[in-house]
Every structure is written in structure tokens, then in C-alpha cells.
């Protein structure tokens, strides 16, 4: 692999209850209804990571998974000081949160909004954006070496908004 090759960003989809802290350049992109995701960038380091959790939290041991906030938040948080950020350094940014009272009385995503926001500042960890609420879905595509972020809002979620990507994505 060449150096040019190196600087090549990779695509990845991040499922719910997932994290990642990719070593290279990497195009993150994920699905959210209710779920909240939360990018940190190092901006010292200039590289990043996410995280896309579907519930607020667990307090059940044993059974903590990264579909809970209050696991995937910290683990996102682990993942980047272990690859050497420092608190200091990091920005987050906050995305996700609907609520459509149409599937659900609810409102899961505001619980997920609030959790975030609360261990983010329970450790000083600067909050530089939040999209979040209201009733539309998101997609969210992120850069981990550029901290750029878009953010795509849709009335439903289709199965093909999930990868693998499927047919019916102009519907």
C-alpha cells in the first residue's frame, strides 16, 4: 500500500449497539430513529469515533451491552483515551433522538437525548452540536479525520437504509 493509498477513506456502517474508533480515515455512517449516535473527535489528534445505542440504560449486571447508553457512551469514551486522546481535546457531537408517537406513547428518544448530554458533561467533554428530536429520522455520515458530519432527515426508515442496501432506497 502506498501513502496516497493510506490517506484513502474507508467506508463503514455502524450498526445499533456498535462502536468504533478506526486506526484509519474512515467514512461512518448510520440509521436513527428513537437511537442516539455521538461522534468524538479528537481535535488534536484530528481523528475520531462513533457510537449508536438504542436504549437509555441498563443498570443489570451481567447484561450490559453497547445497545444502552450509558455502556456505549462510556465505551466510546474508553476507546478514544486508549488510542491517546485526552478529554481535554475531544468534541462530541449529538444526533438522534425521534419520537413519532404513531409507533410508540414512549418518548425513548428523549430519554437517550438526556443520558448523553449528562455523561458528556459529567466529563467535560465539550457537546460542539446536537441534532436531535422532533419526529424525523436521520441518516448521519461522519468523517473521522475531518470531523464533518451530514446529516439527512426522512419522514420513515426503510429497510434498505440499513446495509446491505437493497432496491427499494427511491421510495
Same mark, same amino acid.
Given at each position: 500500500?502506498?501513502?496516497?493509498?493510506?490517506?484513502?477513506?474507508?467506508?463503514?456502517?455502524?450498526?445499533?449497539?456498535?462502536?468504533?474508533?478506526?486506526?484509519?480515515? /474512515?467514512?461512518?455512517?448510520?440509521?436513527?430513529?428513537?437511537?442516539?449516535?455521538?461522534?468524538?473527535?479528537?481535535?488534536?489528534?484530528?481523528?475520531?469515533?462513533?457510537?449508536?445505542?438504542?436504549?437509555?440504560?441498563?443498570? %443489570?449486571?451481567?447484561?450490559?451491552?453497547?445497545? &444502552?447508553?450509558?455502556?456505549?457512551?462510556? @465505551?466510546?469514551?474508553?476507546?478514544?483515551?486508549?488510542?491517546?486522546?485526552?478529554?481535554?481535546?475531544? %468534541?462530541?457531537?449529538?444526533?438522534?433522538? @425521534?419520537?413519532?408517537?404513531?409507533?410508540?406513547?414512549?418518548?425513548?428518544?428523549?430519554?437517550?437525548?438526556?443520558?448523553?448530554?449528562?455523561?458528556?458533561?459529567? %466529563?467535560?467533554?465539550?457537546?460542539?452540536?446536537?441534532?436531535?428530536?422532533?419526529?424525523?429520522?436521520?441518516?448521519?455520515?461522519?468523517? /473521522?479525520?475531518?470531523? %464533518?458530519?451530514?446529516?439527512?432527515?426522512?419522514?420513515?426508515?426503510?429497510?434498505?437504509?440499513? &446495509?446491505? &442496501?437493497?432496491?427499494?432506497?427511491? @421510495?
Amino acid at each position: 500500500m502506498t501513502s496516497s493509498q493510506a490517506l484513502i477513506p474507508i467506508n463503514y456502517f455502524l450498526e445499533p449497539g456498535f462502536v468504533v474508533t478506526p486506526s484509519h480515515p /474512515t467514512i461512518i455512517s448510520t440509521v436513527l430513529g428513537s437511537g442516539v449516535s455521538i461522534c468524538l473527535y479528537d481535535r488534536k489528534l484530528k481523528k475520531g469515533g462513533m457510537n449508536s445505542f438504542q436504549f437509555p440504560m441498563i443498570r %443489570e449486571k451481567g447484561k450490559t451491552t453497547t445497545r &444502552y447508553g450509558n455502556v456505549a457512551i462510556w @465505551a466510546l469514551i474508553r476507546m478514544m483515551l486508549e488510542d491517546g486522546s485526552t478529554s481535554k481535546h475531544l %468534541e462530541a457531537q449529538i444526533f438522534g433522538g @425521534a419520537h413519532n408517537p404513531d409507533v410508540s406513547q414512549v418518548n425513548i428518544g428523549n430519554e437517550n437525548i438526556r443520558v448523553a448530554r449528562k455523561i458528556l458533561m459529567k %466529563e467535560k467533554i465539550v457537546v460542539a452540536s446536537e441534532d436531535v428530536g422532533g419526529v424525523k429520522g436521520r441518516k448521519i455520515v461522519f468523517s /473521522t479525520h475531518s470531523n %464533518e458530519i451530514a446529516v439527512f432527515k426522512v419522514d420513515k426508515l426503510r429497510k434498505s437504509d440499513w &446495509y446491505p &442496501y437493497e432496491d427499494d432506497r427511491g @421510495a
